[in-house]
């Protein structure tokens, strides 16, 4: 545990530790059952607020930003709750004469809300990641022609003379994969494994080009072929 996770629990013990000596120093004749319930409810409006100092609710690591996703129904929930249970706690302390098992059940009904309250924010930061998932797989076929192309350039990059139509095309077919949209379904899945496979021939091809000039004619055609075909195809 670093210094700042040690700061920030002392802090949380020291604010508990203030709502506590509270209560009990301004309880003024309040039966002892009713001061731990209201005791027991700040600690628990405390920590929701508190615990999004000590463990950030939005985690910039986390490429999915499923937390983001869900962070207003998390915020929602929480003032929502916090909003009724103080309201209540003054009302039936100052206003009305609420018996305690009266409170008791009413804190615990909104408690309940509560956790399902947050409930419902896992369940949609749980959303978020599924979707960001089904779309990283959706990409996976795109991303790796890109790293073919890559793989290609680097290998262009050692050698010289090659002809300025081959540069020129491979340029174009690199600057065209960014019109590609995401798509899952076994044809486009195909037309992706066609298209790495084909640029890594030409990869080893080039290596003697007049030697294999007219083959890596062909699989430029080919891939041109294959990119018009697959950039066709949408998500789904």
């Not at 039966?31 to 405390?46: A, E, G, H, R, T």
């Not at 192309?149 to 290998?155: C, F, G, S, V, Y």
Request: hydrophobic share 45%; charged share 20%.
């Amino acid at each position: 545990m670093n210094v700042r996770k040690i700061i920030l629990w002392l802090l949380l013990l020291f604010g508990e530790a203030v709502i506590i000596t509270a209560f009990i120093l301004f309880k003024d004749g309040t039966p002892n059952n009713i001061l731990i319930l209201n005791i027991v409810v700040s600690s628990i409006i405390y920590g929701a607020f508190f615990i999004d100092i000590l463990v950030p609710w939005v985690n910039f690591n986390d490429e999915s930003h499923r937390r983001v996703g869900s962070l207003g129904v998390r915020w929602f929930v929480t003032l929502f709750y916090a909003s009724i249970a103080i309201v209540l706690m003054v009302a039936a302390n100052t206003c009305y004469e609420v018996t305690f098992s009266t409170q008791l059940i009413i804190h615990c009904g909104l408690l309940f809300l509560f956790m399902l309250g947050l409930w419902a924010a896992v369940h949609s930061s749980d959303k978020v990641r599924s979707v960001y998932e089904q779309e990283k797989a959706h990409r996976s076929g795109i991303i790796e022609m890109k790293n073919a192309m890559r793989e290609l350039k680097d290998k262009m990059n050692e050698l010289n003379d090659l002809p300025d139509y081959f540069i020129q095309q491979i340029n174009t077919l690199e600057t065209n994969l960014r019109f590609i949209s995401p798509a899952n379904n076994h044809e486009a899945h195909t037309l992706e494994s066609s298209f790495v496979e084909i640029v890594s021939d030409i990869k080893f091809a080039i290596s003697d080009f007049s030697m294999n000039e007219e083959q890596i004619v062909n699989h430029l055609k080919k891939l041109e072929r294959i990119y018009q075909n697959r950039r066709n195809i949408y998500s789904n």
